[in-house]
């Protein structure tokens, strides 16, 4: 069980959550701090504070008072209200995500939920209630409120969600887990949709695949140099210890241990003196990657344990203070960066999956790596899918945090659109598995034209995944239907047992 202090969630975690459905608690510390601020709402309310959200409207209403008999009324049109997405219901591991971030959030204490409330979206998570929010909407500024409005109206009884596989009233959802809806207090309901956890909870995932795809990015290249009979000096650490960017030498040092021993990958050659860049700079380019991909796991896992509604609530120093802790601008920036990251890995997938299926480029193999060329294709089609995904990528990875419409009458005049940046992302991820299956299978078949003893001739790691590949997917000889293989592979990638399979042998 996951146990939510609101300070010291990982993103393991929330992988364990999202994916793993593993059920979730709230410290004993955390469930102190949470009364202790509701103590805090309920006194600012009986003094009749003007303070916004509490006892007064919201946006542009801010200066509109609401009196204390109004305060649910208040909360519950504020759902209502802001439920007003659009688009494809996001999947249910996201949504997950976003429910869990949402309480760790609420578990530090700053918000002035009740105990009550936050303890029924804990049980919604652990008996699988998972509300249905559509994906667009949210402009990242005040924070996701459009699909977080979703999320809560399922604690009132509205709205969709999810049980048991079937989409059904939240009131029947409710009622089938065994749970009751709650009726919302003053704050309540700001406290609940103030905040950025649709974009982070993207986030976090396109962070755990990116590790995935960077390590798949790493075996598929070795998987292409074995099959190029490519040079393996550009991979020696001297290179990289002078130039000593952390992803550059990982790769460089991944490589040469999935090509320890092989036959096919040499030092140096007597036939060429360099590879083209594809080869040589891919330390460089799948480093710079890698790099990336780390600095914006450190912004994912900052905002993961971060108060982001408004107004937030500092009980011990007896102050309440309206900011902008919400704001998505540290993650899409972020989330912009990890999409430029992803979208070249697959850019210089690609150049190495065109060289090779081209004759003139790939060392000796059959063209478009069939025997039969004319009456078969080979694997010339396969390319035009990785560079349609590419370029699709390509225009995905154009950045959606220049981008800001002001809302609410100018009061809210400059916005993240990080939630457009985190659903980029995502697309540009699944592009990626799918970029990556096609050079992997192809890597494969050119081992097999380049060897007929591929067991013998492979190195250390790149013998297994051949191996690997080779139980689903048969060498190509006359053309066949091949997209079932591609999706075969691209499964194998997106659950990350390629990488599993060579755990030992790379970082």
Request: contains cysteine; aromatic residues 4%; hydrophobic residues 45%.
């Amino acid at each position: 069980m996951v146990v939510l202090t609101g300070n010291t969630l990982s993103i393991d975690q929330v992988k364990r959550v999202a994916r793993g459905q593993e059920e979730v608690s709230l410290a004993t510390t955390a469930a102190q701090k949470v009364s202790q601020s509701r103590k805090m709402v309920e006194r600012l309310v009986a003094e009749n504070r003007v303070v916004y959200g509490i006892t007064t409207g919201f946006g542009k209403f801010s200066d509109t008072r609401i009196s204390p008999a109004e305060a649910t009324r208040l909360q519950e049109n504020l759902l209502k209200s802001h439920a007003a997405g659009t688009g494809a219901p996001l999947p249910e591991e996201v949504v997950r995500a976003m429910m869990l971030l949402r309480v760790n959030a609420l578990a530090k204490g700053h918000s002035g939920i009740k105990r009550s409330t936050l303890e029924l979206l804990i049980q919604m998570l652990n008996r699988g209630v998972v509300p249905w929010i559509p994906e667009q909407g949210s402009v990242g500024a005040s924070g996701d409120l459009v699909p977080l409005a979703h999320m809560a109206l399922s604690l009132l009884g509205e709205g969709q969600a999810y049980y048991q596989d079937q989409l059904i009233s939240s009131q029947l959802a409710l009622e089938r887990a065994g749970l009751k809806p709650v009726q919302l207090a003053s704050k309540e309901g700001l406290a609940l949709i103030n905040g950025t956890q649709m974009m982070t909870a993207l986030g976090v995932l396109a962070i755990i695949d990116s590790e995935n795809l960077a390590g798949h990015a790493d075996l598929a290249l070795a998987l292409t140099m074995e099959a190029l009979q490519g040079i393996l000096s550009p991979f020696n650490p001297l290179i990289h210890a002078v130039r000593p960017h952390p992803g550059q030498a990982v790769v460089a040092r991944n490589i040469s241990g999935l090509c320890q021993g092989s036959k096919l990958v040499l030092e140096q050659r007597v036939d060429r003196v360099q590879d083209a860049y594809s080869l040589r700079c891919a330390p460089q380019v799948h480093g710079a990657s890698r790099d990336s991909i780390v600095h914006v796991k450190g912004i994912i896992a900052r905002e993961i344990n971060s108060a982001t509604d408004n107004p937030l609530l500092f009980p011990a120093e007896g102050l309440v203070i309206s900011g902008g802790n919400f704001h998505g601008q540290p993650l899409a920036l972020g989330l912009d960066y990890l999409a430029m990251a992803l979208s070249e890995l697959g850019n210089i997938a690609e150049r190495r999956m065109a060289r090779l299926v081209d004759a003139s480029l790939n060392n000796g193999l059959e063209m478009f790596l069939t025997k039969y060329g004319g009456l078969n294709s080979g694997y010339m089609i396969p390319q035009y899918t990785a560079a349609s995904l590419v370029s699709e990528n390509k225009v995905l990875a154009g950045p959606a945090s220049i981008d800001s419409i002001p809302t609410s009458a100018n009061q809210e005049d400059h916005v993240s659109m990080g939630s457009i940046s985190a659903r980029k992302v995502r697309k540009i991820i699944d592009n990626l598995e799918n970029i990556l299956a096609i050079e992997i299978i192809a890597a494969v078949q050119g081992i097999d034209l380049r060897t007929d003893q591929p067991i013998k001739t492979l190195g250390t790691g790149s013998k297994i995944i051949y191996q690997r590949v080779r139980e689903v997917v048969e060498p190509l000889g006359e053309d066949r239907i091949i997209y079932p293989e591609l999706k075969v592979i691209k499964e194998m990638i997106h659950r990350g047992e390629l990488v599993q399979a060579v755990a030992g042998l790379i970082d």
